[in-house]
């Protein structure tokens, strides 16, 4: 995951700055962020379903069956396609 995370910083031109955080301060962290969003009356950036997500220990996908028994590659190298989704996000101003 940090791999992926350094990817998608170099295609946005920054530097990945790594923090662990313990799997107990996540779920507290959206725990609050549900709370101050039905208070805020706002949609939650972080909720307990999304942290639960986050902090699955083997949460990576593995196309390498696909490649061995379907012959599948890739269209777009991934750092070429977080380059193409970011430039999306800026022009649709999502970022």
């Known amino acids: 995951m940090e791999d992926i995370g350094d990817i998608v910083a170099q295609a946005m031109g920054i530097t990945a700055f790594h ?4 799997k107990r301060m996540i779920l507290g962290i959206a725990c609050f962020s549900e709370y101050l ?3 805020f009356r706002r949609p939650s950036l972080l909720n ?3 942290a639960e997500e986050m902090i699955q220990k083997d949460w ?3 196309i390498t069956k696909a490649k061995t028994l379907l012959g599948f ?3 777009v190298p991934l750092p070429e ?5 970011f430039e999306w996000y800026k022009k649709e101003k999502w970022l």
């Open 37 to 39: 969003s039905k208070f």
């Open 48 to 50: 307990k379903d999304k």
């Open 19 to 22: 923090i662990r955080v313990p």
């Open 73 to 75: 590659e890739p269209r």
């Open 81 to 85: 396609g977080a380059k193409l989704t």
């Open 60 to 62: 990576v996908c593995d």
